[in-house]
């Protein structure tokens, strides 16, 4: 190995908390100070660095940091060369991929992207708008936009490309899409020679199996209850399951415990079924970590 010290970008803004709970669940403990950019963790073999998502492809491709968290989109925004180990899915609001889309005033002529040609467009992902124009054969003046980019048009913008997970925010600015020119996930990515070093790649393999579990088992739950063997074929029509459940012998040959993990959302009108179809003490747990 190169050396036993892993660099890691934490980003800083709208995924900080919630990659530092993410981290937490899968064991990593991570401490921010309101006057440094350099987070401690309870791993003495990583050195953290905050950094803004927009930025920490392009430093994680330079190989300042071997690895950290940033969005699909500030990878194709930055045309960084960099190895996505893996998909995060989870951001600030929802678990659904944010959406770049391309928008303009409800009360606006334009009807598809053919229209924009030799038009103005506001946005803060200049080279992922650029790339979709060409795409399209359009062209089109692009603008940096240093925020509030929604309230651009008409008057500074003809549109704009935007991030958006729930379209709230463009329907209270009276906009409406014309187009999605991107969809984007949170990625943990790693600097490629980073990566090549045996030892950094185990590293970051580790750190990506505990994350992804951790998100693999959110909105899920376990199950386990006592049943009578003449009763299993009925409760297992009843009984949805990640898998297969596992069914257990009991002291009492005519008795199996039957475990389970299920999504949570359905225990309310499972556990009635259930027991009618003859479960015996029923008990709901909570799950950490899905490993698969």
Known sequence: MTDSILKLGIPAGSLQNSTA????K???????????????????????????????????????????????????ETQADVVEICELVFSKVSRRPVRWVLCVPNNSPIQSV?????????????GLTEGYLKRHGVQAKVEFSWGATEVKPPKLADAIVEVTETGSSLRANDLRILDEVLQSTTR??????????????EKLDNIAL?????????????????????????????????????VSSLSDGDWVD?????????????????????????VEYPINKIIE
């Open 188 to 201: 943990f990515i790693a600097n490629r020679e980073a990566y090549d070093d045996p030892w950094k790649r």
């Open 210 to 246: 505990m994350l992804q579990s951790c998100l693999a088992a959110e909105g899920r739950v376990g199950l386990m209850m006592n049943v009578a063997r003449k009763d299993l074929p009925a409760l297992l029509e009843e009984l949805p399951a990640l898998q297969k459940p596992t």
């Open 26 to 76: 899968a064991g990593y403990n991570i401490t921010f100070s309101s006057r440094s950019y350099y987070p401690a963790i309870d791993d003495d073999e990583i050195d953290c660095l905050l950094i803004r998502a927009q930025e920490m492809a392009r430093y994680v491709e330079q190989g300042v940091l071997d690895a950290g968290i940033t969005g699909h989109d500030w990878v194709v």
């Open 258 to 282: 039957v475990n389970t993990i299920v999504e949570e959302s359905v225990v309310r009108t499972i556990v009635p079924r259930l027991r009618a179809a003859g479960a015996k003490g029923l």
């Open 21 to 24: 709970e993410l981290f937490k």
């Open 114 to 126: 053919q229209d924009l040609e030799g038009k103005r467009i506001a946005t803060e992902a200049v």
